[in-house]
T-cell receptor
């Protein structure tokens, strides 16, 4: 049981490049989400999904796209990277159907945009 | 809009001391409150989750309390150890269909040997 996995762990991009941050979970959780963590700003919600085929925007969605074709995977796409997107990105899952709602986080992807 | 505040931003204590970390939230209509630990360069590890109907949760040397009416939660760490040094984050899950999690900015705890 791997829990929540994220790839890559580190990435350096040039302004304007595109890339996809991968997130996968093996806990069969319906709810998945992406956060970014910046110094002095805390963790902020980018996008979330309550199940396959359903996504919605969080607090800071601009510049990011998501899709959810399976329960297990929730990739985050940067279409045209900007220096303001330099951050640490965390994927999280939750089994909200149990009513317990404990949230589990992946190890993070550290992204630098030059 | 839910806002979560953690005070102090940083705390330094000698080994063996008991300590309390504070978390306050503006909207008392929360579903639950979760405490996390984050080590430098690492992800978040869940420590304790308190449902809105509960008053406290305990795990080993950790005890978390919740007072919805006053909008406060505390994390009590007994007999602190250098290995407890980390950033501690609290997060409130708001009610409703999307169960948004709002984080505080964390308290950086240093336990000195």
């Amino acid at each position: 049981n791997a829990g929540v996995t994220q790839t890559p762990k580190f990435q350096v991009l040039k302004t304007g490049q595109s890339m996809t941050l991968q997130c996968a979970q093996d806990m069969n959780h319906e709810y998945m989400s992406w956060y970014r963590q910046d110094p002095g700003m805390g963790l902020r919600l980018i996008h979330y999904s309550v199940g396959a085929g359903i996504t919605d925007q969080g607090e800071v969605p601009n510049g990011y796209n998501v899709s959810r074709s399976t329960t297990e995977d929730f990739p985050l796409r940067l279409l045209s990277a900007a220096p303001s997107q330099t951050s640490v990105y965390f994927c999280a899952t939750r089994n909200h159907k149990t009513g317990y709602n404990e949230q589990f986080f992946g190890p993070g992807t550290r992204l630098t945009v030059l | 809009k839910q806002e979560v505040t953690q005070i102090p931003a940083a705390l330094s204590v000698p080994e063996g001391e008991n300590l309390v970390l504070n978390c306050s939230f503006t909207d008392s209509a929360i579903y639950n409150l979760q405490w996390f630990r984050q080590d430098p360069g690492k992800g978040l590890t869940s420590l304790l989750l308190i449902q809105s109907s509960q008053r406290e949760q305990t795990s080993g040397r950790l005890n978390a309390s919740l007072d919805k009416s006053s909008g406060r939660s505390t994390l009590y760490i007994a007999a602190s150890q250098p290995g407890d040094s980390a950033t501690y984050l609290c997060a409130a899950t708001s009610g409703g269909s999307n169960y948004k999690l709002t984080f505080g900015k964390g308290t950086l705890l240093t336990v000195n040997p």
